[in-house]
């Protein structure tokens, strides 16, 4: 999107109601778990170093690395972590070939986390969120799991119907909340004024220095100030820098800082509050109207994060680590706008299973922060190889710059290991399962493709000897699909087989997703004549480009190869894939291929090919 002055506002608000979510519910637990881990002595001065701790925590790892440096790494215009694995890994393309190979595999690795983090974060900000029912009256405890339930099924049943009619609330709502978190924070630190010297940076590292242990402990808990921090660089795309750094420093860190202050001051008067500071906030008159809006907040948090996932999953198809899945589009005019049944009813089944298997924000509080940390640590690796490779700025210079916030993520990643066998296994067990799914894809396809290459038969040669005693040909075009290019697809030799007829033009496509967001339709096609009215096609995708083959096939007319929607078939080779003892993967791995590949969505679906016209031919190929 454009950064334009008359689009700016909008853009700013836009990114207020997306980007922030995640980060905006942060106060509703932070604080809480940092105090109620137990962990540390409840005193004023502790009270200081941890608000202070807090404060430059978000001042490091939101405003000056994502804010300041990784916005900087833009792929075409996009962000997130696919878009920097991208551009990480052709900056070292032809620098260190190996290299690039586990800098591939370590940046899929961080996208499996985002998919751990997805189920942790709309489960414990929505718990969280409804947990304010308790302050209200200890008689609404039971009613808080079923609740919670409740509103995640609301949330992702209606993604089906898509977000583009309410989308445009989420960036005002958003405001009222940040004006209100910022409004009860100012309410109390009037009270207690002194409360903003810990904003100076010799509180926290005066409590480092009194309690070494205890405040690398506490970093488990504090990272949740910063949840939804990668959302800033993947949302980039939508918005831009310069309205996403607007929102950040005139709205989001101010209200987020007065309000921790707030609670600071809060906890400084009322110690007893420490259960659920963000709630005792609330004068008794609004304590239900803010649990209200903290729920609106946390699903408009959930719904960003919800989105993100389809996002990704459908750049890592693109990608080829993983296979086709229904995607459906939501919306006529962003094609952005998208729906996944697959993973949204995955993901709400593991939301589900997180919130009954630990059935409180501080129980999740435990699982949270071993994914993201590891996350933000994979992503400041990858940025070193961009500034280092991609802009060539000195090595002295990129060491000092990753090599502080990489010291700083260790920290966080380190305290947050503390947390394994209370809960952070769960996101790592979800990650490290979509990994091994990803991976064995990736091999797989790799090795049904040298497979069907070891018995391809050269496309040119074989049109040479077709044409020399050439089939009856028949009205209209037919389009081969084929993944490799230069061999004979599979489709073709059967239906030269059985049918023994050859159409008037013959398209032999291959459609190829390459390592950047997008590819521009003056780039989309690459045509090569083959004679005898037959064509070799290939066509370009970026990760994010939707893929409409008949779309991209209608660019032939500026070339000359007119091309009849009514009487163009497509033929496509099904293949069936059957496991088989031998060099290939592990016979498990094999397994799960195979059946992955057979449960795939149809690559006519994928392709946005008219159902009327595709001819699909099967073969049996043993890997």
Known sequence: MSDSKSSLPALTVGAIGVVYGDIGTSVLYAVKEVFGSGHVPFTHANVYGVLSIIFWTLTIIVSLKYVTLVLRADNHGEGGLVAMLALASQSVKDKAPALRKWMLLIGIFGTCLFYGDGVITPAISVLSAVEGLEVVSPTFTKAVIPLTLVVLFLLFWVQKRGTAGIGKFFGPVMLVWFATIASLGVYHIVDHPEILSALSPHHALGFIWRQPGTAFIILGAVVLCVTGGEALYADMGHFGKKPIRIAWFSIVMPALTLNYFGQG???????EAVKNPFFHLAPDWFALPLVGMATMATVIASQALISGAFSVTKQVIQLGYLPR??????????TGQIYMPFVNWTLFALIVLAVVLFRSSSNLAAAYGIAVTLDMLITTVLTFFVIRYGWGYPL???LGATGF????DLAFFSSNLLKLFEGGWFPLLIGGAIFMLMITWKDGRDLLVRTLRASAIDLKTFLESVFVSPPARVEGT???MTS??????NAMLHNLKHNKVLHEQNLFVTVRSHEVPWIGMDKRLQVDSLGHDCWQVIVHYGFKNDQDLPKALALLSARGIKLNPMSTSYFLSRDIVTPTIGSGMMPWREKLFAQMHHSATAAAEFLNLPSNAVVELGSKVEI
């Open 484 to 489: 490799q290019p230069d061999v004979v697809p």
């Open 405 to 408: 916030f990489f010291t700083v």
């Open 325 to 334: 899945l229904q995607i459906r589009h939501t919306s006529t005019k962003d």
């Open 396 to 398: 002295w210079l990129c």
């Open 478 to 480: 037919a389009v081969f």
């Open 265 to 271: 001051a809060l906890l400084l008067a009322e110690p």
